[in-house]
């Protein structure tokens, strides 16, 4: 358990440090990158997974990274993410982390410019967020384990800091769609 709480901590790190311009810019180096990429193993522990994941994505938003990614061969790693089944990611307390991996895999994907690689796999416009709860056949024993995962590995889709806010682009995409949605239910 020592190991792994040790890896879970350095990963939380790692994303955290990722919102730091200069950390990112100097974890988008080539030689760093292919570190990173390397760690990727669909049969890692699907938290840890998650976390190193979300970082690369915050790396992966900025487009001057996108070379480096495909350089670093990002696309074979990801793609092996997300061909399980969910299950594949199912641990003794939560059946959540499935829909996260494959999730994020996905987003990274789509912010090099290989969204044609995930096809229909993943839906990136209906990932649970925290508070909403699936069927209750998917529910595992532990709620608030679960709720603890869909907190920590879901994207928030806006954040507000201060006097500042800000959105991510799969929330910016879905106002659009859910508003094009209800306006087009207007004119019905």
């Given at each position: 358990c020592c190991q792994h709480c040790t890896q879970i901590l350095v990963?939380?790190?790692?994303?955290?440090?990722?919102?730091?311009?200069?950390?990112r810019a100097k974890l988008s180096e080539r030689q760093q990158l292919k570190l990173v990429v390397q760690l990727l193993e669909s049969t890692l522990e699907p938290q840890l997974l998650c976390l190193v994941l979300q970082s690369l994505a915050l790396v992966a938003l900025d487009s001057s990274t996108h070379e480096a990614f495909i350089d670093v061969q990002i696309d074979d790693a990801l793609i092996q993410m997300l061909l399980p089944s969910d299950d594949w990611y199912y641990t003794r307390h939560s059946t959540k982390f499935g829909n996260f991996v494959k999730y994020h895999a996905a987003r990274i994907l789509v912010y090099v410019g290989m969204g044609d690689r995930v096809g229909s796999r993943v839906n990136l416009f209906a990932m649970h967020e925290g508070k909403s709860s699936s069927d209750k056949k998917d529910k595992s024993p532990f709620p608030n384990e679960d709720e603890y995962i869909c907190e920590t590995c879901s994207t928030p889709r806006s954040t507000h800091t201060f006097s500042k806010s800000a959105l991510s682009v799969e929330g910016i995409l879905k106002r659009l769609l859910d508003e094009m949605i209800k306006q087009n239910q207007h004119l019905s």
């Amino acid at each position: 358990c020592c190991q792994h709480c040790t890896q879970i901590l350095v990963a939380r790190l790692l994303l955290f440090l990722s919102h730091i311009r200069r950390f990112r810019a100097k974890l988008s180096e080539r030689q760093q990158l292919k570190l990173v990429v390397q760690l990727l193993e669909s049969t890692l522990e699907p938290q840890l997974l998650c976390l190193v994941l979300q970082s690369l994505a915050l790396v992966a938003l900025d487009s001057s990274t996108h070379e480096a990614f495909i350089d670093v061969q990002i696309d074979d790693a990801l793609i092996q993410m997300l061909l399980p089944s969910d299950d594949w990611y199912y641990t003794r307390h939560s059946t959540k982390f499935g829909n996260f991996v494959k999730y994020h895999a996905a987003r990274i994907l789509v912010y090099v410019g290989m969204g044609d690689r995930v096809g229909s796999r993943v839906n990136l416009f209906a990932m649970h967020e925290g508070k909403s709860s699936s069927d209750k056949k998917d529910k595992s024993p532990f709620p608030n384990e679960d709720e603890y995962i869909c907190e920590t590995c879901s994207t928030p889709r806006s954040t507000h800091t201060f006097s500042k806010s800000a959105l991510s682009v799969e929330g910016i995409l879905k106002r659009l769609l859910d508003e094009m949605i209800k306006q087009n239910q207007h004119l019905s």
